[in-house]
Structures are given as structure tokens and as C-alpha cells.
């Protein structure tokens, strides 16, 4: 035990793969922030979450090909860092994560911990560097990395070169779907006022889930609404499904 990567909680069991720098844990907080747009409105949280997943069609394409990507971080500086590094303004998002399966009631059906690769001892952070600089890859280099994602992984971690210490993670499309929201927080630091904003999907130190603030949006100016329809969706139907399975399982534990 211990703390080994940032956001991962210091008493959380890590496992390593024998000769790879593969590793097995949970109870992460992820942050990933974006800059805020008008068109934002009206979308439910989870739209707005579902969002950050997102094919890999930039700089990184070379790295994870026909793959669907999301960025976060390990703190709210280290992402709003990164987007600093590329131009945004002080109207931000960001959003606060964690591994579903972590929660005392779980909303999906995904018991597995996080696979994380740690890009950092095994080539990855220097290609990363080398793209960020605008250095192509050799194709040994593009092989590399196809072996690498043959482990599955769900996230690969890597230093931020925008904030000192911090760590940032790529996320895989299999990785992204085992998290879940805990916070969105919306503040828009152009506006004379300082306008924000905080809606709460899950609370308390057990990440207690609130289903449906998942419905939830943003209206004018940092105000909250709800999408209705969210409440009548599949994806609601899933999450409440998940919500009482789990919540059974923990009244039986408590009887027994």
C-alpha cells in the first residue's frame, strides 16, 4: 500500500504487473476542465460528461489510432494549466471524476479496478514530449505503442509539462466508462462577477451517487435547470438499475 500515483487514495493496494509498468488499484479523483461555450447550456451533465470522450483525431492520433480518448488530471490546477497552455479563457468547466466501482453504490455494472500503464517507464512520456514539440514518430515508435495498448489498458499516465508535479491521464474508451461524476463546477472568471456555479452527482467521502443531478444544466447566467428527458432515458434506467442492485448488496451486508 501506499501512494504512488497523486489522485489515487495513499491506502489503496496497487498491484504491478511482474515485468511491465502495469498497474491494478482504485479510488482515483480525476479532473479534467474545458472551456466554457454558450452552446453548454441546456445539456444534461451527463451529455456534457459524455463528451469528453472523443475520437483521436489531433496531435495524438499517431499514438492511439481509430481510438476515442479523454484527458484529465490529477487537480483542478494541473488541467486548468493544460488548457492554459493552449490559449483558454477564464470562463471554465471542470469536472470531477472517479472510478465508479469505488463508490459504497456503484451506478455501473463495472466491478474491474483501474489499468493504468505509467507512460513514464515505459516510452510513452517521451513520445509524448516529442509530438508536444512537433517531432514526428518513427515507425518503431508507432509499433511500440501498438504493443503497449495490446495490454488494455484503461488510462496511461504521464507528467504534465504545464504544471510542476503534476500527473495528467489519457483516458481509453474502456477505461472512461468505468468513471462516474462526482462534481461539475462551472466559473466564468471573464465576467465582471465572477459568475459559478456547482452541481453534485455523487457526495460524502463514500461517493454516495445522486442519480438524478445527472439530469441536470446549466441555464444563463451559472444557473440550474433539468433536463426531464434525462429522467425518462435509458441511460437513468441503467444507472437507478445499478443504483438498487448495489444498494441491495449493501443492506445484505449490513443483515449478514
Same mark, same amino acid.
Given at each position: 500500500?501506499?501512494?504512488? %500515483?497523486?489522485?489515487?487514495?495513499?491506502?489503496?493496494?496497487?498491484?504491478?504487473?511482474?515485468?511491465?509498468?502495469?498497474?491494478?488499484?482504485?479510488? %482515483?479523483?480525476?479532473?479534467?476542465?474545458?472551456?466554457?461555450? $454558450?452552446?453548454?447550456?441546456?445539456?444534461?451533465?451527463?451529455?456534457?460528461?459524455?463528451?469528453?470522450?472523443?475520437?483521436?483525431?489531433?496531435?495524438?492520433?499517431?499514438?492511439?489510432?481509430?481510438?476515442?480518448?479523454?484527458?484529465?488530471?490529477?487537480?483542478?490546477?494541473?488541467?486548468?494549466? $493544460?488548457?492554459?497552455?493552449?490559449?483558454?479563457?477564464?470562463?471554465?468547466?471542470?469536472?470531477?471524476?472517479?472510478?465508479?466501482?469505488?463508490?459504497?453504490?456503484?451506478?455501473?455494472?463495472?466491478?474491474?479496478?483501474?489499468?493504468?500503464?505509467?507512460?513514464?517507464?515505459?516510452?510513452?512520456?517521451?513520445?509524448?514530449?516529442?509530438?508536444?514539440?512537433?517531432?514526428?514518430?518513427?515507425?518503431?515508435?508507432?509499433?511500440?505503442?501498438?504493443?503497449?495498448?495490446?495490454?488494455?489498458?484503461?488510462?496511461?499516465?504521464?507528467?504534465?509539462?504545464?504544471?510542476?508535479?503534476?500527473?495528467?491521464?489519457?483516458?481509453?474508451?474502456?477505461?472512461?466508462?468505468?468513471?462516474?461524476?462526482?462534481?461539475?463546477?462551472?466559473?466564468?472568471?471573464?465576467?465582471?462577477?465572477?459568475?459559478?456555479?456547482?452541481?453534485?452527482?455523487?457526495?460524502?467521502?463514500?461517493?454516495?451517487?445522486?442519480?438524478?443531478?445527472?439530469?441536470?444544466?446549466?441555464?444563463?447566467?451559472?444557473?440550474?435547470?433539468?433536463?426531464?428527458?434525462?429522467?425518462?432515458?435509458?441511460?437513468?434506467?441503467?444507472?437507478?438499475?445499478?443504483?438498487?442492485?448495489?444498494?441491495?448488496?449493501?443492506?445484505?451486508?449490513?443483515?449478514?
Amino acid at each position: 500500500m501506499g501512494e504512488f %500515483f497523486k489522485s489515487n487514495n495513499y491506502l489503496r493496494t496497487i498491484y504491478k504487473h511482474k515485468n511491465l509498468p502495469v498497474y491494478v488499484t482504485d479510488e %482515483f479523483d480525476f479532473y479534467r476542465c474545458v472551456e466554457f461555450n $454558450e452552446s453548454f447550456y441546456g445539456k444534461s451533465v451527463y451529455d456534457l460528461h459524455a463528451g469528453n470522450l472523443r475520437e483521436c483525431t489531433g496531435r495524438y492520433s499517431k499514438l492511439f489510432p481509430n481510438q476515442r480518448i479523454s484527458y484529465w488530471a490529477d487537480s483542478p490546477d494541473t488541467s486548468r494549466a $493544460e488548457i492554459k497552455k493552449h490559449g483558454a479563457s477564464n470562463n471554465i468547466i471542470t469536472f470531477w471524476a472517479y472510478d465508479d466501482a469505488t463508490s459504497t453504490i456503484p451506478i455501473t455494472d463495472n466491478d474491474e479496478q483501474l489499468i493504468i500503464i505509467d507512460g513514464r517507464k515505459c516510452g510513452v512520456q517521451e513520445l509524448i514530449d516529442k509530438i508536444d514539440n512537433g517531432i514526428s514518430l518513427t515507425l518503431s515508435e508507432e509499433n511500440m505503442m501498438k504493443c503497449i495498448l495490446e495490454q488494455k489498458p484503461d488510462c496511461l499516465v504521464y507528467d504534465s509539462r504545464a504544471y510542476k508535479g503534476g500527473e495528467n491521464y489519457i483516458f481509453l474508451e474502456k477505461g472512461f466508462k468505468k468513471l462516474a461524476v462526482r462534481q461539475l463546477r462551472l466559473r466564468l472568471g471573464n465576467r465582471s462577477a465572477k459568475n459559478s456555479q456547482t452541481i453534485v452527482c455523487a457526495d460524502t467521502s463514500d461517493y454516495m451517487p445522486l442519480v438524478k443531478n445527472y439530469g441536470c444544466c446549466l441555464e444563463p447566467i451559472a444557473r440550474v435547470g433539468v433536463k426531464r428527458e434525462f429522467l425518462e432515458s435509458e441511460q437513468y434506467k441503467y444507472y437507478m438499475k445499478n443504483y438498487d442492485i448495489s444498494a441491495d448488496k449493501l443492506r445484505s451486508a449490513f443483515r449478514d
